[in-house]
């Protein structure tokens, strides 16, 4: 397992206690080389945050990747992403906020499922009882796989319609606000 920063800066205490968690459930996890680089509001440059998830990508050591933190850069990364490499040794990428638009284009351009979960420096009085076995169940060998269907239907909170928008592969239809799925139909 391998934590990078694809969008802000984290906090270095709360991502070393994040991987001593990670660690104790017997995960071999290793930090990638930009995580705690700084450039304004980001970790670092876009090309290095970029290459650090590129190369957790590329590497076969590497199963799953977890985010250090969300934040605005996220987006700024999506066009530089390896998705041949995402989709010819496919691993989750987790995390949430501003993650979702990795999560989107990861899924959209090389139809890789992602886990909306927990960033590896989320202190623990953020975390749920019921998180903790959910997530490090996540990551079990003997678990198989769920089956995600291709398409799906449902309503879209509005204030998640700009993050859609940055994905040209996604088609996104405007709805009133309070319409119901009769009214827009």
């Known amino acids: 397992m391998r934590v990078v920063a694809p969008a802000s800066p984290p906090i ?26 700084r450039w304004g509001y980001m970790a670092g440059r876009d090309e290095d945050r970029a290459a650090d998830l590129n190369d957790a990508f590329h590497d076969p050591g590497v199963r799953a990747i977890v ?7 996220a987006y700024r990364i999506v066009d530089d992403l390896d998705f041949v490499a995402a989709r010819q040794d496919p691993k989750p990428l987790v995390g949430f906020s501003d993650i979702s638009h990795l999560h989107l284009a990861l899924w959209t351009r090389a139809g890789l499922a992602s886990l909306h979960g927990p960033f ?8 749920s009882t019921g998180c903790t ?24 909170h509005q204030s998640a319609i ?3 928008q940055t994905q040209r592969h996604a088609r996104v239809e405007r709805r009133p606000r309070h319409a119901t799925p009769a009214q827009s139909a």
């Open 162 to 164: 700009p993050l859609w």
């Open 12 to 37: 270095r205490e709360d991502v070393a206690r994040g991987v001593q968690l990670l660690t104790s459930w017997g995960l071999q996890v290793e930090v990638g080389a930009h995580v705690f680089d």
């Open 133 to 156: 076995p959910s997530f490090s169940g996540s990551f079990s060998a003997s678990r198989t796989p769920p089956t995600i269907p291709r398409w799906v239907n449902g309503w879209q």
């Open 67 to 73: 985010t250090a933190r969300g934040g605005k850069g």
């Open 120 to 127: 590896a420096n989320s202190p623990a009085r953020r975390r």
